[in-house]
């Protein structure tokens, strides 16, 4: 049985910081793309940032770049997401998924196969 278990979220200022982890278990974590998406009440879920199953291969949306981190430790099954300079509009839940490699120009969440339960992070004003 595969499982994402996502932890880090918390309420923060803007312009604080958040580390976001993504425990996995159950799957061939260093074969599996894995990314980070959020989503708020009434608005579709969005891609923030992917990373290859080396960790060579990067991508973010055009709102979080410059800000956010994304990083991978395949010997613990852990991803990760460095979250700095936080505004009020990351408000969000942030799920991390795993999906089939190569991870694609942008991330699709239609393409993740795994997805964790989600963690909030609010940011206020």
């Known amino acids: 049985q595969v499982t994402l278990v996502e932890s880090g979220g918390g309420s923060v200022e803007a312009g604080g910081s958040l580390r976001l982890s993504c425990a996995a278990s159950g799957l061939t974590f260093s074969g599996n793309c894995m990314a980070w998406f959020r989503q708020t009440p009434g608005k579709a879920r969005e891609g923030v940032a992917s990373i290859s199953t080396g960790g060579d291969r990067i991508w973010y949306g055009d709102s979080v770049k410059g800000r956010f981190t994304i990083s991978r430790d395949n010997a613990k099954k852990t991803l990760y997401l460095q979250m700095n300079l936080l505004k009020p509009e990351d408000t969000a839940m942030y799920s991390c998924?795993?999906?089939?490699?190569?991870?694609?120009?942008?991330?699709?969440?239609?393409?993740?196969?795994?997805w964790g339960q989600g963690t909030q992070v609010t940011v206020s004003s």
């Open positions: 998924a795993a999906g089939p490699s190569p991870c694609g120009v942008v991330a699709e969440a239609s393409k993740y196969w795994y």
